[in-house]
């Protein structure tokens, strides 16, 4: 079992930079690849950014350039360090993970944090 808690959301004007935790625990080795996906209001969710244990990461069209993901795998932990806000990165940020990666999601989710950005 693996549990996983966002935490970092939170209000932030556009042009701004913010950034996102999540702590894995309980049976963390069993993750290879952490990650996180998005779902902004009257939209579906989609990913944000991926990365594995051993560094490869990848990210969607919406927030390349912007975004920066990271992990240290000795605290389990993974971040998001989000650069250049706009009103569309206005979501509810979900940390994901699991064994393998998976574009519409992986095994274990955070119950999600907010994230607000305004003009």
């Known amino acids: 079992q693996v549990q996983l808690v966002e935490s970092g959301g939170g209000f932030v004007e556009a042009g701004g930079s913010h950034k996102l935790s999540c702590t894995a625990s309980g049976s963390p080795s069993y993750i290879n690849v952490m990650g996180w996906f998005r779902q902004a209001p009257g939209k579906q969710r989609e990913l944000v950014a991926y990365?594995?244990?051993?560094?490869?990461?990848d990210y969607g069209d919406s927030v390349k350039g912007r975004f920066a993901i990271s992990r240290d795998n000795s605290k389990n932990m993974v971040y998001l360090d989000m650069n250049n806000l706009k009103p569309e990165d206005t979501a509810v940020y979900y940390c994901n993970a699991g064994p393998m990666m998976n574009n519409y999601g992986m095994d274990y989710w955070g119950k999600g944090t907010l994230v607000t950005v305004s003009s």
């Open positions: 990365i594995t244990r051993g560094g490869f990461q």
